[in-house]
Nanobody, 123 residues
Framework: QVQLVESGGGLVQAGGSLRLSCAASGRTFSNYNMGWFRQAPGKEREFVALIKRSGTTSYSDSVKGRFTISRDNAKNTVYLQMNSLKPEDTAVYYC?????????????????WGQGTQVTVSS
């Protein structure tokens, strides 16, 4: 089992920045690929970013160039730096994990999930 706990959400004005953190425990963090997803009210959950165990990253088109995903294996933590935030970025952000070497952008392939952290961007 892997336990994931997100933090860092909050209220920010459009154009501002936030950094989300996701602390993992339970198994060897470096063996897992870590993703960020988000879900806005009335909308389906969507992929935001992925950092694989190799360090390779992937981003959705909607956040590319504004968000940066990173990981610190020594601290068992993955981060999502969010810059130039827009009101449409408002959502609950979830951290998720899966093992192996395949690249997955669909949440259905992720084995472990955090409880989520709310991000609200005001206009």
């Amino acid at each position: 089992q892997v336990q994931l706990v997100e933090s860092g959400g909050g209220l920010v004005q459009a154009g501002g920045s936030l950094r989300l953190s996701c602390a993992a425990s339970g198994r060897t963090f470096s063996n897992y690929n870590m993703g960020w997803f988000r879900q806005a009210p009335g909308k389906e959950r969507e992929f935001v970013a992925l950092i694989k165990r190799s360090g390779t990253t992937s981003y959705s088109d909607s956040v590319k160039g504004r968000f940066t995903i990173s990981r610190d294996n020594a601290k068992n933590t993955v981060y999502l730096q969010m810059n130039s935030l827009k009101p449409e970025d408002t959502a609950v952000y979830y951290c998720a994990a899966y093992g192996g070497w395949v690249t997955y952008l669909s949440g259905s392939n992720y084995d472990y999930w955090g409880q989520g952290t709310q991000v609200t961007v005001s206009s």
